[in-house]
T-cell receptor, first 109, second 114 residues
Framework: GQNIDQPTEMTATEGAIVQINCTYQ??????LFWYQQHAGEAPTFLSY??LDGLEEKGRFSSFLSRSKGYSYLLLKELQMKDSASYLC??????????WGAGTKLIIKP | NAGVTQTPKFRVLKTGQSMTLLCAQD?????MYWYRQDPGMGLRLIHY???????AKGEVPDGYNVSRLKKQNFLLGLESAAPSQTSVYFC?????????????FGPGTRLTVL
């Protein structure tokens, strides 16, 4: 079966750095997305990786290792508004998005 | 552009009642999707469409039907609602079949079945 694993919940301090990991086992791989979802709202796009390496976008970076079936989302200079769930999703061989359950990130002052 | 819109935003049904959720997008996207999201679980695909007049089953299609009569609209129907269908329903759309296929989401419909 297809599986995506993320930690259920993480806590970090305002101004700090946090890394959210995602491991996947899917039938094929055609890319990986990270989405942010604030409570009660729709998911919104954060990043996309299809090749190995680091993609940086402002305070957010996403890393991919296809050989290890592993990705992480790195958030720097954490702000209170970063409190949200972060969803990892993999595009499989049928170009379907397989979603992880999400990681709830709690930011403390 | 409104992006992806969903109606209604909230609904309470009694067991056995029927209803239709409407999703509309103004981005001329080919692909549209219906998901449900339950606490502690990832988004689960109910049905999807790869173009006007087409529909396909996703991971959890039982108890739901869909129609895509117009490219911009994707309807999700519950013929006989059950308490297990209490959930938040999200519609999404994406441009097409390329691997970079970012999905754009609507605001969600919160459905409670009593």
């Amino acid at each position: 079966g297809q599986n995506i694993d993320q930690p259920t919940e993480m806590t970090a301090t305002e101004g700090a750095i946090v890394q959210i990991n995602c491991t996947y086992q899917t039938s094929g791989f055609n890319g990986l997305f990270w989405y942010q979802q604030h409570a009660g709202e729709a998911p919104t796009f954060l990043s996309y990786n299809v090749l190995d390496g680091l993609e940086e976008k402002g305070r957010f970076s996403s890393f991919l290792s296809r050989s290890k079936g592993y990705s992480y989302l790195l958030l720097k200079e954490l702000q209170m508004k970063d409190s949200a769930s972060y969803l990892c999703a993999v595009i499989d061989s049928n170009y379907q998005l397989i979603w992880g359950a999400g990681t709830k990130l709690i930011i403390k002052p | 552009n409104a992006g992806v819109t969903q109606t209604p935003k909230f609904r309470v049904l009694k067991t056995g009642q029927s209803m239709t959720l409407l999703c509309a997008q103004d981005m001329n996207h080919e692909y549209m999707y219906w998901y449900r999201q339950d606490p502690g679980m990832g988004l689960r695909l109910i049905h999807y469409s790869v173009g006007e007049g087409t529909t396909a089953k996703g991971e959890v299609p039982d108890g739901y039907n869909v129609s895509r009569l117009k490219k911009q609209n994707f309807l999700l129907g519950l013929e006989s609602a059950a308490p297990s269908q209490t959930s938040v329903y999200f519609c999404a759309s994406s441009p097409g079949t390329t691997s970079y296929n970012e999905q754009f989401f609507g605001p969600g419909t919160r459905l409670t079945v009593l």
